[in-house]
Every structure is written in structure tokens, then in C-alpha cells.
């Protein structure tokens, strides 16, 4: 059985050869074709790749699955109380929400006041900011290399030290040593102990944290005694639990300010999971109409591989009714039809996979900077990209050759012989 097979398939590549001989230049042509459209339809996946990883790291800038919640008025009467009553968080109330609320892996307080950040003559109004430790963690403030975010002790002894964000550190300093440097904000002089990591921001509150500082928490309210609690900054325990950690929030927030938990504008709360999915689903949907224009670029070159078959099953219809008049089967008939269509797509999916890989590392090595760049990204190849193309391509080759084929394999041997 296995020796039948094997004499069938070398007998199906030697006429697939031999057939395939004859029309040399316009099998090229049309690998060229396929290989267009192949290009075509990486390069675009590629860039709609590229778009999706930027615009998930974009809406990460500010951090990850957490939500910021802010004091909002009570519109709902409760406990005696009236409604339009306005809630202000005291400042021990991040540590009972993470004592009472299981779910919450870290939660950071946040005051801020605009004030003049002063190196020699030169000065400069930023936004500074008095947080906890966890902030940094919490809202993606990554050290450059030699510096640090604030800690704990630098809370305990109120140092007066300061993180910069990594415009504001070049509009003080200009291209000098950062880290160690003294920074004046009101006549007090601050040690900068790092400054953050460039990152693009899709979402956030009170402008971009490039152009602002951080103190700690302790330190600011030494400074300004009459300060409030602007904000609190949480992180969930993980995604799952996330509604659960909302929940609760509002019902021990509710619990101490005697409000009815269920109303929602007693405090606002900015879940950036929403913005997170509704970003996530505009890139895969940018993506998905990229791919969809990439695809039918290549069904065009299919049809093209379809109507050459067509031309050569035309062309070679006496031929092929002497072959079944000898005694060819079916399937010898029409094998070496779809292995020259596949051959054909497959070596142009083969050559404009190449082009789009060396073009894709072409563009990766250029310096291209700023926001635009950042935002869209640059181009990605990725498995998936590979698997979506292989089968467009196998689909392609599989029915530009299946019809030819069966067209070949169903002509009369008789009519054929007379066929001009």
C-alpha cells in the first residue's frame, strides 16, 4: 500500500514538473503578484500590532487596573442627614480603607499645590505633589538608573527630599546630573533622589506626570499644615477583585461619613479598567479593518493565480485528454494544478514575507521620536501575525487551484481531442 502511494505522489510530481515547465514567466509574474499582496497584508497587520502594544502601554502610562477616587456631595438623604452634603477624606482614612478592605493591595494619599521649583536664577511653576511610598508603585512612576522614589523612611523623618518628573528635571537642570542635586521650593531646599522614566500617558488627572514632582507625604504636610487629602490612589489585588475593592471602598467610606452607600456621587471614582478596555477594543478594531484590507489585497492575487489555472487548464485541454484517455485518473489530473497554485502562493507568501521582515527591521533601527511616534508605535511582526497570513495564504492557494483543477479533471477525453 505504502509503495502505491509513494510511485502515485512521484508520479504526480513529475507531471506537476513537467506542466509547470512551460510557463515559467508567467508563474514568476504571478508569484510576484502573491507576493504583493502578502506584503500588503504583514505590513498592515503589522502596523495595526505596532498601534495595539503602543496604545496598551499608553493607557498603562498612568497605571495598571487602579482606580482614583475623589470626595464628591451626598445627593440622597440618610440617617437624619440632608442631602448636598460635601465629603473631605482625613488623612488616616487610606489606612483604614487597607486595614478594613481585603481586596486593596496598596492605596496612597495625594495632596498637590502648584508652586515655584527654583535651581539658581532659573525657576520654574510645577505641580507638586505630597504622596506615600506606594504611589510609585501604584501609578507607574519607574526611576531612571541611579535614582529612587521616596520610601518609608523618608516618610518617618519628613526628609525634604524631591522625584522629578522627566521634563521638569530638564527644564531645571538641562542635560546635568540630576540625581544629588538641591532643588528650593519656598525657601526650603529639597534633595532630588530621582527622576521618572520617560512613558506615554493616554489618560490622567491634573496634567502629564512629566512636568510634576513628588514629596512625601509627611514632608508636605510639615510644610503646609493646612493641607487636605485631594485624592486617594488605589491598586486592587488583582482584576478579579477589583469590583469587589469598589464595593467596599463605598461601604466603609459610607460607613464613616454616614452616607448611603449606594449613592454614587457621594465619592467619584475613575476605574481606568473601563478606559483600559475601551482603548484595548479601538486598537484590536483598528487592527481587524487593517487585516481585512491586507486580506483582500491578497484575494486579489488569488483571483489573479485563479484565472492563470483557468488559462492553463484551457491551453492544455488536449493534453489532458490524452493523458485520461491513456488511463490518468482524476486526482493525477488535478494534483499537479493545486500543487502549481500552491507552489505558486506559497513562494510569494515566502518573498513578501522577507520584504515585509527586512522592511519592519529597516523601520525599528530609525530614530524616530516623539508623541505621534509613541502613540502609534512602529511596526510589529508577531506569531499571530504569522498564523493569520499562513492561513490566507493556504485558503488562497487551496481554492485557486481546487476549481481549475476540477474543471480539468471533468473534461470529455472524446471532446477534448477535438479541441483547437
Do not use: C
Request: aromatic share 8%; no cysteine.
Amino acid at each position: 500500500m505504502l509503495s502505491i502511494f509513494k510511485s502515485e505522489l512521484a508520479l504526480v510530481w513529475s507531471l506537476f514538473r513537467q506542466d509547470a515547465g512551460h510557463s515559467r514567466k508567467r508563474m514568476l509574474l504571478t508569484v510576484v503578484a502573491i507576493g504583493w499582496g502578502t506584503l500588503s497584508i504583514v505590513m498592515l497587520l503589522s502596523f495595526g500590532e505596532g498601534m495595539k502594544l503602543a496604545f496598551h502601554k499608553g493607557t498603562r502610562g498612568m497605571g495598571e487596573n487602579i482606580g482614583v477616587l475623589w470626595p464628591g456631595s451626598t445627593t440622597k438623604a440618610y440617617a437624619g442627614m440632608g442631602s448636598g452634603r460635601s465629603i473631605q477624606f482625613q488623612d488616616e482614612d487610606g489606612e483604614m480603607l487597607m486595614a478594613r478592605i481585603p481586596s486593596l493591595a496598596a492605596v496612597s494619599r495625594e495632596y498637590a499645590r502648584r508652586r515655584g521649583l527654583s535651581v539658581g536664577a532659573k525657576t520654574v511653576n510645577a505641580r507638586v505633589r505630597g504622596v506615600d511610598p506606594s504611589f510609585g508603585g501604584i501609578r507607574n512612576h519607574v526611576p531612571q538608573p541611579g535614582g529612587r522614589f521616596i520610601n518609608e523612611e523618608d516618610m518617618r523623618q519628613k526628609r525634604r527630599v524631591i522625584f522629578l518628573g522627566e521634563e521638569l528635571a530638564q527644564d531645571l537642570f538641562g542635560t546635568q546630573e540630576v540625581v544629588g542635586r538641591e532643588v528650593q521650593i519656598n525657601q526650603s531646599v529639597f534633595t532630588v533622589i530621582g527622576v521618572a522614566q520617560k512613558k506615554t500617558m493616554m489618560g490622567m488627572y491634573s496634567g502629564p506626570d512629566k512636568n510634576q514632582s513628588v514629596i512625601p507625604a509627611s514632608t508636605f504636610l510639615s510644610m503646609y499644615t493646612d493641607a487636605r487629602v485631594g485624592n486617594f490612589i488605589y491598586l486592587p489585588t488583582s482584576l478579579e477583585t477589583a469590583d469587589l475593592a469598589k464595593a467596599e471602598i463605598y461601604r466603609v467610606l459610607a460607613a464613616k461619613y454616614r452616607f448611603d452607600p449606594e449613592d454614587r456621587r457621594a465619592l467619584s471614582i475613575w476605574d481606568t479598567r473601563e478606559n483600559q478596555r475601551i482603548t484595548d477594543n479601538i486598537a484590536l478594531g483598528i487592527q481587524m479593518f487593517l487585516g481585512i484590507i491586507g486580506a483582500l489585497t491578497l484575494f486579489v492575487g488569488g483571483m489573479g493565480v485563479a484565472n492563470i489555472m483557468y488559462a492553463v487548464v484551457k491551453e492544455r485541454t488536449r493534453e489532458i485528454g490524452i493523458k485520461m484517455a491513456l488511463g490518468a485518473k482524476a486526482r493525477q489530473v488535478m494534483a499537479p494544478f493545486v500543487l502549481e497554485s500552491i507552489f505558486i502562493t506559497g513562494a510569494g507568501g515566502v518573498l513578501g514575507t522577507a520584504v515585509s521582515l527586512s522592511i519592519i527591521t529597516i523601520i525599528a533601527m530609525l530614530p524616530l521620536q516623539g508623541e505621534a511616534f509613541d502613540l502609534m508605535g512602529k511596526p510589529t511582526f508577531s506569531p499571530a501575525i504569522a498564523v493569520a497570513t499562513s492561513l490566507i495564504l493556504g485558503l488562497v492557494g487551496m481554492f485557486a487551484g481546487y476549481f481549475p483543477a476540477r474543471r480539468a479533471a471533468s473534461i470529455n477525453p472524446a471532446e477534448s481531442l477535438r479541441y483547437e
